[in-house]
């Protein structure tokens, strides 16, 4: 994916969130996190986003496996991304990309339902509407999971859907409306192209996780945003 992005040239590099699966990776393997962003900064500046396994560690109750957050390791990861050279973390601050301003908000756990499995995002809109009345103006907004944005002013930005639902080649169908939305729902009206809200596709956790064997069939997505 570093390869990819050098080839593109970009001005900027823009993770939209979901970066790492759970914070618990900082325990074992920083370094190797550390490297990957490393990957990236040495081609054009990063700005990072954050999500839901960005501010959470997995923890087992009897079997079942729990999101939680962690503020104290969320602060220690922020910490550690202000250490690494051309590298901003977007957490609900703005930055300049040559002369537009890009601002990251970062969505509260009670946003996705965090700790208490099977919840899910939708069920907390007015969270969203409530966090986003509070942002500056901002050419580019980073939001990892945006549910539904009512009347749209600027490109918005997400991330949210990963690790691959469709093979390469049908990842969008003709027109305006994009295949799968954050919050995993069908053929979503507001998604890719619609002018003001921008969708970076890409999908649903589990679904390669039971199908590891065919994991070539869902590559990375990238997008190339020109403004």
């Not at 040495?42 to 986003?49: F, H, S």
């Not at 756990?109 to 995002?121: A, D, M, Q, T």
């Not at 580019?140 to 390469?168: E, K």
Request: net charge positive; proline share 7%.
């Amino acid at each position: 994916l570093a390869e990819h992005a050098k080839n593109q040239r970009p001005d900027a590099i823009i993770l939209a969130g979901d970066v790492i699966d759970s914070l618990n990776i900082l325990d074992r393997e920083k370094a190797a996190v550390k490297t990957m962003f490393e990957n990236f900064t040495k081609i054009a500046p990063v700005y990072v986003g954050f999500g839901n396994h960005d501010i959470s560690e997995y923890r087992y109750i009897g079997s079942t496996r729990y999101q939680i957050k962690n503020d104290h390791k969320f602060r220690e990861y922020l910490r550690f991304l202000e250490s690494i050279d051309n590298l901003t973390p977007l957490h609900n601050r703005s930055a300049k990309i040559k002369d537009k301003t890009i601002y990251g908000l970062t969505l509260p756990g009670e946003y996705y339902g965090i700790e208490k499995p099977r919840k899910c995002l939708v069920e907390h809109p007015d969270i969203l509407e409530k966090a986003m009345k509070k942002m500056p103006k901002a050419d580019l907004v980073l939001i990892h999971a945006p549910a539904y944005i009512n009347n749209p002013r600027q490109l918005t930005i997400s991330g949210h859907m990963h690790g691959g639902i469709l093979p390469c080649g049908l990842t969008r169908l003709p027109g305006t409306r994009g295949l799968i939305s954050p919050e995993k729902k069908l053929f979503p009206e507001h998604a890719r192209n619609i002018k003001g809200l921008h969708i970076i596709l890409g999908p649903v956790t589990t679904f390669p996780e039971t199908l590891s064997s065919l994991n070539f069939l869902f590559p990375v997505e990238s997008a190339i945003i020109e403004l």
